[in-house]
């Protein structure tokens, strides 16, 4: 009988949490919006860049929206861990009943949340984490950053367009850094170049020179570097100049956030790369102008594309909500939200209506040294570029 009846508890247990967690969001007079970042710890700059890029759109477009007071309720992942940025993002949920999950600035936190979004019927923002095929992993996940397919296979295309057909691939040995890799040769070998090589490096390590030296006897036309922006980006750089492969012609392939912060640590150094992506400070548009005021103003520098995905996130959200009149049913908001275009500092953003990801330009840039600065300069763009071109 106690048994029975320790069965029965569990179950009522189980069931009522259930129907509490699945419940839709309440209505309420504020739209919440939980930021699930790194605030500080190693990877503080993505989640401060986030919140900076959040803050600069509402200064720009009001922090109200369809008749509502917007709210950003911030959750620090100084752990940088997939459990943590779960817990967090379970405590917005159930406590904070928010409307939206957002931030998730590695592929890993946004995985882990991807469960927890599906049994909550919790809209979800990613704005940066770049893992191939991640929205799949949800129908309540949309991403408005960029994939690393996308720029991985816009900087192969761009490599065989101008004459580059001996690439070496050089990654860090995780599953962005692999993600790389493998759509970067797929797309080259497609067009007719060849991998001549390749090497996965520790992540935790910053010791290059044994790599770069392998790669410097590789006879490669090109390498093709992926390692987080940052401490291991400065490491590389300073490794490839110092062992002279800038002097044996070699050119340097990434795919990086090319923000100010992360470009002035590398020096000099950083004039010998050729880099991929959706989004530089330097582009020309009238909502780059007003995104860069508005962030200069708050964070007191330039903004780059890893904090761009607080903005596109922030101006996705904001026109659901006006398209909705406030009503925010979370399958509504989903349905809304698949082909929504808005106007981004990076030029026109569309949902993908199939995926749920990113559909916009990547840019191929190279850095200038500029008086006392370092500029990316865009040189080509892939117009329209979608997840698994």
Known sequence: MKHLLKTLKLILATSVFATF??????AQEAIK???VAPMSGTFALYGQGFYHSMQAYMANYGDTVAGKKVEIIVRDNTTNTPENAKRLAQELVTRERVDFLAGFALSPDALSVASLSTQAK????VMLAAASGLTAKSPYLTRVSYSNTQTSVTMAKWAYKNGLRKVYTVVSDYAPGIDCEVAFQKAFTSLGGKIIGNSRMPLANLDYAPYVQRLKESGADAAFLF???????????KNFVERGLPQTGMK???????????IKPMGDTAVHITNAIQYYDTLDNEENAKYKAAYLKIAGKNPGAIALGGYDGMAVIYEVARKLDGKLDPEKVMATMKGIKIKSPRGDLTIDPETRDAVANMY????????????PVVIDTFTNVKEGQ
């Open 21 to 26: 967690f699945c419940l839709p969001a309440v």
């Open 33 to 35: 919006i939980g930021l």
């Open 122 to 125: 919790r809209p979800t923002i």
């Open 227 to 237: 390692v987080p922006s940052g401490d291991p980006m400065v490491s590389f750089m």
């Open 252 to 262: 340097l392939l990434t795919t990086t956030d090319l923000a100010e912060e992360y």
């Open 364 to 375: 191929v840039a190279k850095i200038e040294k500029r008086g006392n600065q370092y500029v």
